[in-house]
């Protein structure tokens, strides 16, 4: 490259460079340039990562102590692990596990429990693999803003979690066989206090094993603008938004086991306010996502069917999610989430979901946690 090539790409480069840091390039004799100071940065074109931090990084694992490679936790079968407990304000940023286990259904054995603020009920109550999006219980490979599922059954979460006093969250086996190593990773900051306006996490498993299908007596689907027997995500009373849903489906028949509408009511207990077109159209597919014949998995940063095995066939089976981060459901109240199961809930499927969303309170008043027997999918052939 000769020089006058070389001081033409010099200046192109400083022309486009120094705008961005906020100085501007002015032309002087002989092709030379300088950098003269230009008007302050506008204070929202510099993204929070380059600006000063006040927290303190910090991570709570389930490292060796002793210096040694035994960096996991083994869980006997009936055991309760404590993966995390820390006092004053903070906020979980990240969690990652990664578990070795016998059980093939371990994923639906183990469950996940959060507590804020000391209290004594959990926000957070699901098994660990539905709380991932795996709500079948088994690893599939993908990749949301919020949750995720590495090669070599790595589970990551990145729904931020606040605390003002306390923190604490805990796994349990319920299964019948040993835990033979839980990796843990829960990444957190710490600050001297949160914002009026933080709220905190909630998670909450519900199921079907099956939905009741809804028909008249001819066998029909019968209108349903009030969704009375819609299958429900989750339910809850205060302040706060909806963040989004997990679903796993296991068809007990023939068909598409969709068409049902989304239905969410806001601040009013008697109609949802909220209603949509369809539960492929709720997950951001379309056309029964590709039918018997051309469904195909995808998973996108807000919504996604990961899992698609034998489409619209007896046993078929679905996992699916769906969040608003681009436009959270707001509450000042009340919020039910809601979906129907089937067109107007025909269909007797088998659902496993967990609600995800904030609130001003740690509300705790979740149902009852299902026993582990009936938490793992099987098929639910009529009679």
């Not at 694992?61 to 006092?87: M, V, Y």
């Not at 109550?125 to 709500?135: I, M």
């Not at 309170?361 to 639910?380: C, G, H, M, S, W």
């Given at each position: ?296 998995a995808f998973s996108h940063r807000q919504y996604g069917a990961p899992l698609i095995q034998s489409p619209e066939r007896t046993g078929g089976r679905y996992c699916c999610y769906r969040f608003h981060g681009d436009n959270p459901v707001t509450f000042t109240r009340y919020m039910k989430h809601t979906l129907e199961h089937g067109h107007a809930n025909d269909r007797g499927d088998n659902w496993y979901s967990v609600g995800y969303w ?26």
């Open positions: 490259m000769n020089r006058s090539t070389a001081g033409a790409g010099r200046r192109g480069f400083l022309k486009w460079f120094l705008p961005a840091t906020g100085l501007a390039v002015a032309p002087r004799a002989h092709g030379q340039v300088t950098a003269r100071v230009a008007a302050p940065i506008a204070p929202d074109s510099l993204p929070c990562y380059a600006r000063a931090q006040v927290h303190r990084s910090l991570k709570q694992s389930s490292h060796d102590t002793t210096g040694g490679n035994r960096d996991f936790w083994p869980i006997k079968a009936g055991a309760t692990q404590e993966l995390f407990n820390q006092r004053g304000p903070g906020v979980i940023t990240h969690i990652w596990f990664t578990i070795s286990a016998q059980s093939p259904t371990h994923l639906k054995e183990l469950v996940l429990r959060a507590y804020w603020d000391s209290n004594s009920r959990p926000s957070v109550e699901t098994p660990v693999g539905d709380f991932f999006g795996l709500n079948l219980g088994d690893y599939v490979v993908y990749e949301s803003q919020y949750l995720a599922c590495s090669p070599g059954r790595s589970l990551n979460c990145y729904f931020a979690m606040p605390f003002r006093q306390s923190a604490r969250m805990t796994v349990t086996n319920e299964g019948s066989r040993d835990v033979g190593a839980f990796y843990s990773n829960i990444d957190f900051l710490t600050l001297d206090s949160l914002p009026a306006e933080a709220l905190y996490f909630h998670a909450q498993y519900r199921q079907a094993v099956p939905n009741a299908p809804v028909r008249d007596a001819e066998g029909r689907a019968m209108p349903n603008p009030e969704g009375k027997q819609n299958y429900v995500y989750c339910e809850t009373h205060g302040r706060g938004h909806l963040m989004g849903v997990t679903l796993g489906v296991v068809q007990n028949s023939e068909g598409w086991m969709g068409e049902g509408d989304d239905m969410i009511f806001v601040d009013d207990e008697s109609r949802p306010v909220i209603i949509g077109t369809g539960s492929e159209d709720y997950f951001l597919g379309s056309w029964n996502f590709g039918g018997r014949e051309g469904a195909r904030y609130q001003d309170q740690p509300y705790t008043d979740f149902p009852p946690l299902p026993p582990v027997a009936e938490r793992i999918p099987n098929v639910k052939l009529p009679g």
